[in-house]
């Protein structure tokens, strides 16, 4: 096996790990509520405790990353994943499960950044760049997907009401081979000017400046509220599924985590089926026309959930119909995110790209945070169906945001970056 075959490997485990545990957030505030005796507003501050890690990593440490090595951080990363997932399977405790995502925040955040610049050493002509994205996001899809089944599992299997947690241990061991598989991988990072650079403190703040520059452009602003909004549903809905699953449509708690792996799995097939039509439809009409289909299934499979009541023996073959329609929406949700995100960085210079990723990540993490945060208030006060309902806000919004950014691309104001003091 060759080096650069060795270093995609390594690439796709790395960031397909960081993608599983990122967006097991659901299962476990599922687990928080039922076994800690966590509220449901309680139990949402893991939301915050990932994403707002995120915001802070990508801030702080992704303008430093060039010089550490994308390869270092890669390992230090696994390393530390690894070491709280081996705590969380001992500590059995809600402020150990708030620290350990607090953790994967950060070396989320830090994955990403060099993940994707890891991309361009290995693959710098435009189409390998495109075809190994494209690579490392849908691995990374598979990877969320795995993990809520590996989730379900270990859940099915718990006798104690602990022994959920050792599936900690098994995502210790993926950890520990990623970090091995890169300890034998070399990368060559000479490409990388700026991490031969002198780090000055001119240097350091360098790119905290672009993006705030960045935040002068219209295009910039609209897009970023989009972005905002769009991930605000998503990971409300994703968050809370399990939750919503298991207490509106009583289905059993292994079931109800399976039962949410629709929902990524239909993201998956919307962002695969999205690349065909966007070769023929104009984005700002697939986009819209996604967003009526989320909305018209949010209005008609809600109503559905009304009076459920608790039965026995609920499977696969007799449960309610919303548990298989409703996260299909995942389908027409899915093609919004990657094609604003294609839309906005290629309408801007090469060289503004890192900085509008960085502030991608940073919104990004925002809206998940906010968008848990206030579904769970709903869910606990009010109930999961108003807490869905509350989409149509954001979706409505984020339909308004895309023809004005559409409008403002056409005018070309996203290559009018204001010049550097």
């Known amino acids: 096996m060759g080096t650069q075959t060795r270093a995609v490997i390594a690439l796709i485990l790395t960031y397909a790990v960081l993608g599983l545990l990122m967006n097991s957030v659901g299962v476990v505030i599922l687990q928080s509520i039922r076994h800690y005796g966590v509220t449901k507003t309680h139990a949402s501050s893991l939301e915050a405790c990932k994403d707002?890690?995120?915001v802070i990593a990508s801030f702080l440490l992704a303008t430093r990353l060039p010089k550490f090595g994308f390869r270092r951080a890669l390992i230090a990363s696994m390393t530390l994943v690894g070491m709280g997932a081996l705590l969380m399977s001992i500590a059995n405790a809600f402020w150990m499960t708030q620290l350990f995502f607090v953790l994967t925040g950060i070396c989320f955040g830090t994955g990403k950044v060099a993940t994707y610049a890891s991309i361009g050493l290995l693959r710098p002509d435009r189409a390998g760049h495109a075809s190994l994205t494209g690579l490392v996001e849908g691995v990374f899809m598979v990877g969320v997907l795995i993990g809520v089944w590996m989730f379900s599992w270990f859940i099915g299997a718990d006798a104690t009401g602990t022994d959920w947690l050792h599936v900690y241990w098994l995502i210790a061991g993926l950890c520990a081979v990623a970090a091995g598989l890169w300890a034998i991988t070399p990368l060559d990072e000479s490409a990388n000017e700026i991490g031969a650079e002198?780090?000055?403190a001119a240097a350091k703040s360098a790119g905290w400046r672009q993006?705030?520059?960045?935040?002068?452009?219209?295009t910039a602003i609209a897009f970023l509220v989009s972005i905002f909004l769009y991930v605000l549903i998503e990971q409300s809905i994703g968050t809370w599924l399990p939750t919503f699953n298991n207490e509106i449509l009583h289905l059993p708690p292994e079931m109800s985590v399976q039962a949410s792996s629709i929902?990524?799995?239909a993201l998956a097939i919307g962002r695969l089926g999205a690349s065909a039509l966007l070769r023929r439809i104009h984005w700002l009409k697939l986009m819209l026309a996604c967003i009526v289909c989320v909305a018209?299934?949010?209005?008609?499979?809600?109503?559905?959930?009304?009076?459920?009541?608790?039965?026995?023996?609920v499977g696969w073959l007799n449960a309610p119909v919303a548990a298989y329609v409703f996260p299909l929406i995942g389908v027409f949700m899915a093609?919004?995110?990657?094609?604003?995100c294609s839309v906005m960085l290629t309408s801007l210079p090469q060289e503004r790209h890192a900085a509008m990723v960085g502030l991608m990540v940073i919104f990004s993490a925002l809206g998940g945070t906010i968008g848990s945060f206030l579904t769970g208030m709903i869910f606990?006060?009010?109930?999961g169906q108003n807490a869905f309902y509350m989409t149509l806000v954001p979706l409505t919004l984020i339909a308004i945001a895309l023809i004005r950014f559409?409008?403002?691309i056409g005018r070309g104001s996203a290559h009018a970056v204001p010049a550097e003091a």
């Open 335 to 340: 093609p919004i995110y990657p094609t604003l």
């Open 198 to 200: 002198p780090e000055s």
């Open 296 to 313: 018209a299934l949010v209005l008609l499979t809600l109503p559905t959930t009304q009076g459920l009541t608790l039965r026995p023996g």
């Open 52 to 54: 707002l890690s995120v």
């Open 380 to 383: 606990q006060h009010l109930s």
């Open 263 to 265: 929902f990524v799995a």
């Open 211 to 218: 993006m705030l520059r960045l935040l002068a452009l219209p």
């Open 406 to 408: 559409d409008r403002m």
